[in-house]
């Protein structure tokens, strides 16, 4: 059973930044892909940020040009930077771990509130 433990979000103004981090208690290597997801308020779940098999990386749109997601293999560690924020980035974040046999995991969320 793979843990993860997302931390860093917070209250922030637009504009500003926060830097979320994901950290999975299984091997990073053993990962078909792993990334960020958010849901709003009254919204369905969508992805953010995510890194696939092959070194591909996918970013929504409406986040290109602002966050990065990034990785440290040697803290089995996902980040996401997030830059400009605005508002509309106001949701709880989660982590998602996708393994090489198919197992999917997910973190228990992370808020990130931006004020206007």
């Known amino acids: 059973q793979v843990q993860l433990v997302e931390s860093g979000g917070g209250l922030v103004q637009a504009g500003g930044s926060l830097r979320l981090s994901c950290v999975s208690s299984g091997s990073i290597f053993s990962i078909n892909a792993m990334g960020w997801y958010r849901q709003a308020p009254g919204k369905e779940r969508e992805l953010v940020a995510i890194?696939?098999?092959?070194?591909?990386?996918n970013y929504a749109d409406s986040v290109k040009g602002r966050f990065t997601i990034s990785r440290d293999n040697a803290k089995n560690t996902v980040y996401l930077q997030m830059n400009s924020l605005k508002p509309e980035d106001t949701a709880v974040y989660y982590c998602?771990?996708?393994?090489?046999?198919?197992?999917?995991?997910w973190g228990q969320g992370t808020q990130v509130t931006v004020s206007s």
């Open positions: 998602r771990q996708i393994t090489n046999w198919g197992s999917d995991y």
């Open positions: 890194f696939r098999s092959g070194g591909r990386t």
